[in-house]
């Protein structure tokens, strides 16, 4: 096969509806990621529901865990429609309550707020990482999109954490202004 025979076959693949296009190892890889990772952290933030006291909190994780869920039908979606087979998720979490649970054995509010916040962070950069290596329109489009749904989310739990005065901050440089 000489080199134009196979530009040819490619640029004919790369042609037209995206959603035509075949998805390449990478895109399968990191969707089919980002549904496991995301069926995890379900799991966990319905465990954490039941640990948190705070109600600003709690509004903000159930609204994280709304957001995962309408990110997995999306990428469900797309997985399905290309062939391919969706990783396991794990049954909904039962709720508790918060006094149920021995005070050793819970979560304390900063703790999750702290782990929410590490998420949120590592979510943006899958998504961003999703978008660089997208060759599919449509799929770097939809992780734009979730790369800004999180960023904005990011930004309410940052400012959750300060008003709550959970927000250790590290080592400020301060200048000296000696002569």
Same mark, same amino acid.
């Given at each position: $096969?000489?080199?134009?025979?196979?530009?040819?076959?490619?640029?004919?693949? *790369?042609?037209? !509806?995206?959603?035509?296009?075949? @998805?390449?190892?990478g /895109?399968?890889?990191?969707?089919?990621?980002? *549904?496991? =990772?995301?069926?995890? +952290?379900i %799991?966990?933030? &319905?465990?954490?529901? !039941?640990?948190?006291?705070?109600?600003?909190?709690?509004? #903000?994780?159930?609204?994280?865990?709304?957001?995962?869920? /309408?990110? !997995?039908? &999306? =990428?469900? /979606? *797309? *997985?399905?429609? !290309?062939?391919?087979g +969706?990783?396991?998720?794990?049954?909904?979490?039962?709720?508790?309550?918060?006094?149920?649970?021995?005070?050793?054995?819970?979560?304390?509010?900063? /703790?999750?707020?702290?782990? =929410?916040?590490?998420?949120?962070?590592?979510?943006?950069?899958?998504?961003?990482? @999703?978008?660089?290596?997208?060759?599919?329109?449509?799929?770097? =489009? $939809?992780?734009?999109?979730?790369? $800004?749904?999180? %960023?904005?989310?990011?930004?309410? $739990? #940052?400012?959750?954490?300060?008003?709550?005065?959970?927000?250790?901050?590290?080592? +400020?440089?301060?200048?000296?202004?000696?002569?």
């Amino acid at each position: $096969m000489n080199i134009e025979t196979i530009r040819s076959a490619i640029m004919g693949i *790369l042609s037209g !509806n995206p959603k035509d296009e075949p @998805m390449h190892y990478g /895109e399968v890889y990191g969707t089919w990621s980002h *549904l496991s =990772v995301n069926h995890g +952290l379900i %799991a966990a933030y &319905q465990t954490f529901i !039941n640990h948190i006291g705070d109600e600003d909190l709690k509004k #903000l994780v159930q609204e994280a865990i709304e957001a995962m869920q /309408e990110e !997995n039908k &999306q =990428v469900e /979606e *797309l *997985l399905k429609t !290309n062939g391919i087979g +969706l990783p396991p998720a794990p049954p909904e979490r039962p709720v508790a309550h918060l006094e149920d649970i021995p005070p050793g054995a819970r979560f304390s509010d900063p /703790e999750i707020a702290a782990a =929410v916040s590490k998420d949120v962070a590592e979510g943006l950069v899958a998504a961003s990482t @999703m978008i660089g290596q997208s060759i599919r329109e449509d799929i770097a =489009v $939809m992780y734009g999109q979730f790369h $800004m749904a999180k %960023a904005q989310f990011g930004a309410k $739990m #940052l400012k959750l954490n300060k008003t709550k005065g959970w927000l250790i901050p590290p080592p +400020l440089q301060v200048k000296s202004t000696e002569s």
